[in-house]
């Protein structure tokens, strides 16, 4: 399984940018997938995430409101839009495979990484 995450860049505070991961073939459309971020010297977080179907959405306190997350089954593509971006922002950004239909917030729970796109937001 490979995951191909796109769509970092460098945005200023309050602007938005949308990223996109793609799962290779082999992947089960039964998963749940996520995106966590990594910042500088800091531990790799829980951003968004969505249920097999789409149906169930998960969301980090810290994105809430501002941040959006989609699948396109078909295409076996996840999107994560980002509003409102904040300095704090500012990360390496993974779309990740969930072991279950229904993701959870731990990285433990996912098996399938993808390599990650920097995300920048200057103030």
């Known amino acids: 399984v490979q995951l191909q995450a796109s769509g970092g860049g460098l945005v200023q505070a309050g602007g938005s940018l949308r990223l996109s991961c793609r799962a290779s073939r082999g992947t089960s459309s039964n998963n749940g997938m996520g995106w966590f971020r990594q910042a500088p010297g800091k531990e790799r977080e829980f951003v968004a995430a969505?249920?097999?179907?789409?149906?169930?959405?998960y969301y980090a306190d810290n994105v809430q409101g501002r941040f959006t997350i989609s699948r396109e089954y078909a295409k076996a593509t996840v999107y994560l839009q980002m509003n409102s971006l904040k300095p704090e922002d500012t990360a390496v950004y993974y779309c990740?495979?969930?072991?279950?239909?229904?993701?959870?917030?731990?990285?433990?729970?996912?098996?399938?990484w993808g390599q990650g796109t920097l995300v920048t937001v200057s103030s």
């Open positions: 969505v249920s097999w179907n789409g149906g169930s959405k």
């Open positions: 990740a495979v969930s072991r279950s239909s229904y993701p959870g917030r731990g990285t433990a729970t996912y098996a399938y």
